[in-house]
């Protein structure tokens, strides 16, 4: 079983569209989560981050983590072709003060207009 | 602010043959990572540098891989021999240290594309 599982597998959407992302985990020592966003043929740059859990709320883009369930997921409100890209979930565990992040395997997000 | 750089963007070689990348982190930043990108897949760390020296490298390849981050600053990842299983990006990621108001962000270049016929 990966440490990250990532779901679900492509996804095409009209524009306005509310996007679902996920993903489930196994290690419960990871404290700390992320969202990455990488468009094509560039690096991943952060979008979102959550410490434990709870929800952050950033423009059209919600986080949610349930720690108890081991559960994240990425909510994108009002979708537009801009946020075409692939989302990569990422985790961290607590108790350092420096990060290897453990990524899931990305869920490639086309928006059409 | 600069990003971090790599270079080269693209690289074709054949298998058996070497080959070597490059990256400057942002300047400040203490830690250093390399990152494996195959395609379809979330990056995977091959080795964690902390200044100049390694933090983790439990998933580098050790018989086929290098990496070096001297004073502290630069790095480059090598391999030799490549196989075809090498194909991939390597991304370099650069962060300060989590705490004092920081989140540890990493952020990341734009990575090295390497094919191995």
């Known amino acids: 079983q990966k440490e990250v599982e990532q779901d679900p597998g492509p996804l095409s959407v009209p524009e306005g569209a509310i996007v679902s992302l996920n993903c489930t985990y196994s290690n419960s020592a990871f404290q700390y989560f992320m969202w990455y966003r990488q468009y094509s043929r560039k690096g991943p740059e952060l979008l979102m981050y959550t410490y434990s859990s709870g929800n952050k709320e950033d423009g059209r883009f919600t986080a949610q983590v349930d720690k108890s369930s081991k559960y994240i997921s990425l909510f994108i409100r009002d979708s537009q072709p801009s946020d075409s890209a692939t989302y990569l979930c990422a985790m961290r565990v607590g108790g350092t003060s420096y990060g290897k992040l453990t990524f899931g395997q990305g869920t490639i997000l086309t928006v059409h207009p | 602010e600069a990003g971090v750089a790599q270079s080269p963007r693209y690289k074709i070689i054949e298998k058996r043959q070497s080959v070597a990348f490059w990256c400057n982190p942002i300047?400040?930043?203490?830690?250093l990572y390399w990152y494996q990108q195959i395609l379809g897949q979330g990056p995977k760390l091959l080795i964690q540098?902390?200044?100049?020296?390694?933090?983790?490298d439990s998933q580098l390849p050790k018989d086929r891989f290098s990496a070096e981050r001297l004073k502290g600053v630069d790095s480059t990842l090598k391999i030799q021999p490549a196989k075809l299983e090498d194909s991939a990006v390597y991304l370099c990621a650069s962060s300060l240290a989590l705490g004092a108001g920081n989140t540890g962000e990493l952020f990341f270049g734009e990575g090295s594309r390497l094919t191995v016929l």
């Open positions: 300047s400040g930043h203490a830690t």
């Open positions: 540098f902390q200044n100049n020296g390694v933090v983790d």
